[in-house]
Each structure stands twice: as structure tokens, then as C-alpha cells.
């Protein structure tokens, strides 16, 4: 039978152990929630990065068809996936640029409104724009649905660590 005090410090000890477990399970938390955010941010970044250049090209380029091939190239060539023209994709690439070339469009768009015809009445509303920003974030949802993994992780790049030298 164990005396009062092993039994005092058998309590303690597990007191001690649960509050381990505890502690294990909030850092755990907190790592996870840190992480998310982490990744929300890049992807925050990357997003922006990816849209404003292909703003910046679709503003450039008033022929919306030019435009929209160009503002691809931009972003494909961002990637990596490409050097100069979207003929260089592969095959399994073409579902991409058709839910792209859409976003490019709206940003074309964007850049180049249409003035009214003279042939419309005033009052007439102009036609409603797709947000290129809703588009986006729709294509990322059928990217991961489709591939597994977010479509903004393919602009991370691999940095093999470089050896400092000096001389």
C-alpha cells in the first residue's frame, strides 16, 4: 500500500503530466493558427503580385485579344512554366489558360472601358464587369479541387542554400 506522501506525489505527477499535454496541445494550436496565417499571407502577396502585373499589361495594350495573350505570357512566364509564348505549354496546362483568359479579359476591361454608343440611351447601364479578384480567387478553388494544391505555391522557388566564401 502506498504511503500518503507516494501517493501526494503520484498526484502531482500527473497533475504535472496533464498540464505537459496541455501546454503541447496549445503550442500545437498556436503553430497550426501561425502557419495558416503564414500561408494566408503569401498567397495575400503572390495574389497581388500576380494581378498587378497583369493589370499593368492589360493598361499597356489597348487590343483586348493582345492584351489577353500578353497578360498570360506575363504570368505564366512569372511561374516559370514558360520563356516567351503560351505555345510553349504543355497540354495539361490549357485548362488554365481557359479559366485565366477570362480574368484577363475583365482586367482589359477594367483598363479599357467602352464609352457608350451613340446609338444607346443615355440612361443605359453599362454592362456589369466580372471582379477580376472574385474570378481569381474561383480559379484558385478549382485549381486546388483539380490539382491537390494551392495554384499559388507554384511561385515558390527552390533556393538550394549557397556556402559563404570569403576571400
Known amino acids: 500500500m502506498p504511503s500518503p506522501a507516494d501517493t501526494l506525489i503520484s498526484r ?20 497550426s493558427r501561425l502557419k495558416s496565417a503564414e500561408t494566408q499571407r503569401a498567397f495575400a502577396w503572390r495574389r497581388l503580385g500576380a494581378l498587378s502585373d497583369m493589370a499593368r499589361v492589360a493598361a499597356l495594350e489597348p ?5 489577353v495573350e500578353r497578360q498570360l505570357v506575363s504570368l505564366f512566364r512569372d511561374i516559370g ?65 483539380e490539382r491537390g494544391q494551392p495554384f499559388l505555391m507554384v511561385f515558390e522557388r527552390y533556393a538550394p542554400p549557397t556556402p559563404l566564401v570569403e576571400f
Do not use: N
Not at 509564348?85 to 482586367?107: F, Y
Open 12 to 31: 502531482l505527477q500527473a497533475d504535472c503530466t496533464a498540464a505537459e499535454a496541455a501546454e503541447r496541445a496549445v503550442r500545437a494550436e498556436v503553430e
Open 63 to 67: 487590343d483586348p485579344e493582345l492584351a
Open 81 to 145: 512554366w514558360i520563356d516567351s509564348g503560351l505555345d510553349e505549354l504543355a497540354e495539361s496546362a490549357r485548362p488554365l489558360v481557359d479559366w485565366l483568359r477570362p480574368i484577363a479579359q475583365a482586367l482589359h476591361a477594367q483598363a479599357h472601358p467602352v464609352p457608350p454608343s451613340e446609338d444607346e440611351p443615355a440612361s443605359a447601364e453599362p454592362p456589369p464587369l466580372a471582379d477580376p479578384i472574385a474570378a481569381f480567387r474561383a480559379f484558385e478553388a478549382w485549381y486546388e479541387a
